[in-house]
């Protein structure tokens, strides 16, 4: 083995075999490599060189002590603060990515997050700050001014007719309802505004210790931290007061989809699809009375109805 001018030392030169004790301990000891390290370099198992290392007589570290860490500097220390909120919520990069960006551990990068304050991203597959949203000037003047479609301002702007109908919502715009076919009442609503002028919702709400939050902005913007999902208070909303899951997500903070799975998780039953909810119904009639019978109570399910069938016809055959 080629030994390297910076390696040489007079009193301990290998003559020939790459794992004699002495050289080992030398790169060992006054060179302070690794045994991963001396193994690398000498072309040899990580085990053999351990043998040999006690083999001459060489007590070996602790695994992680006296290693060799980069030295940062006290200005990159002042400034990572920075760099860091820089990189999580302007460059949207994860914590894996800063990691490897400032070359420390994922977990270092998670501790530091925390201790400057930086809030974290929510988890999971919806997440409402990777939402896409549409720009409130450019969606008032297509939608509102020059009177476009929600699926042409779509068009206009990268997004499906459904995004671009719930920015218009989380911002508080004018949504014209309806259809081709023109109904009787509104045709314009308002739908934060009018969720909190229902007054089954307002005293829902009230009773569940719910603020109201005023339209204007996006979902992150207007709930910086989402209202607890319960299942009194998703009863008594998707029920009682006959709202959707979208008019949920406006209430409370929280994603119509995360809402969808905490109601299968509580066996909330859903109502069937097509057609519009009971609030949107009772607001096109301008009332604000106690909803449908449907809305009030969830319907109950085909087994339970045919056991009740048929207990009614054991006990009339009994009664004869």
């Given at each position: 083995?080629?030994?390297?001018?910076?390696?040489?030392?007079?009193?301990?030169?290998?003559?020939?075999d790459?794992?004699?004790?002495s050289?080992?301990?030398?790169?060992?000891?006054?060179?302070?490599?690794s045994?991963?390290?001396?193994?690398?370099?000498?072309?040899?198992?990580?085990?053999r060189?351990t043998?040999?290392?006690?083999k001459?007589?060489v007590?070996l570290r602790?695994?992680?002590e006296?290693?060799?860490?980069?030295?940062?500097s006290?200005?990159?220390?002042?400034d990572l603060?920075?760099?860091?909120?820089?990189?999580?919520q302007?460059s949207?990069?994860?914590?894996?990515?800063?990691?490897?960006?400032?070359?420390?551990p994922?977990?270092?990068?998670?501790?530091?997050?925390?201790?400057?304050?930086i809030?974290v991203?929510?988890?999971?597959?919806?997440?409402?700050?990777?939402?896409?949203t549409?720009?409130?000037?450019?969606?008032r003047?297509?939608y509102?001014?020059l009177?476009?479609?929600?699926a042409?301002?779509?068009q206009?702007?990268?997004?499906?007719?459904?995004?671009?109908?719930?920015s218009?919502?989380?911002?508080?715009l004018?949504v014209?309802s309806?259809?081709a076919v023109p109904l009787?009442?509104?045709s314009?609503?308002?739908l934060?505004?009018?969720?909190?002028?229902?007054r089954?919702?307002a005293?829902?709400?009230?009773?569940?210790g719910?603020?109201?939050v005023?339209?204007?902005?996006?979902?992150t913007e207007?709930?910086?931290?989402?209202?607890?999902?319960t299942?009194?208070l998703?009863k008594?909303?998707?029920?009682?007061?006959?709202?959707?899951?979208s008019h949920?997500?406006?209430l409370?903070?929280?994603p119509a989809?995360?809402?969808?799975g905490?109601?299968?998780?509580s066996d909330?039953?859903?109502r069937?699809?097509g057609?519009?909810?009971?609030?949107?119904?009772?607001?096109r009639s301008?009332?604000?009375?106690?909803p449908c019978h449907s809305a009030?109570?969830?319907?109950?399910?085909?087994?339970?109805a045919?056991?009740?069938?048929?207990a009614?016809?054991s006990?009339?055959?009994d009664?004869q």
């Open positions: 083995m080629t030994v390297p001018a910076d390696d040489a030392c007079p009193s301990c030169v290998p003559s020939g790459p794992l004699q004790p050289w080992l301990a030398h790169l060992y000891l006054c060179h302070g490599l045994t991963y390290q001396i193994a690398a370099r000498a072309g040899a198992d990580r085990q060189v043998r040999a290392l006690h001459a007589g007590q602790p695994r992680g006296d290693r060799f860490r980069p030295v940062r006290s200005g990159y220390q002042a603060p920075r760099l860091m909120r820089e990189l999580y302007e949207r990069l994860s914590s894996r990515q800063i990691a490897a960006v400032l070359g420390m994922e977990r270092t990068v998670r501790d530091r997050l925390r201790r400057y304050g809030k991203r929510s988890r999971g597959r919806w997440n409402r700050e990777d939402r896409t549409a720009p409130a000037g450019v969606l003047l297509l509102v001014e009177g476009m479609t929600a042409e301002a779509g206009r702007l990268g997004m499906s007719g459904n995004t671009v109908l719930r218009a919502h989380a911002l508080g004018p014209r309806g259809g009787p009442g509104p314009e609503i308002e934060v505004s009018a969720l909190y002028a229902d089954l919702i005293g829902v709400l009230t009773a569940h719910v603020p109201q005023a339209p204007g902005g996006s979902l207007r709930f910086p931290e989402p209202v607890p999902l299942t009194p998703v008594d909303l998707y029920w009682a007061c006959g709202v959707s899951l949920i997500e406006l409370t903070g929280q989809e995360s809402i969808r905490f109601m299968h998780r909330i039953s859903l069937p699809p057609g519009r909810t009971p609030f949107m119904r009772r607001w301008g009332g604000t009375g106690p009030r109570r969830p319907p109950r399910p085909v087994h339970d045919r056991r009740a069938e048929r009614e016809l006990g009339k055959g009664a």
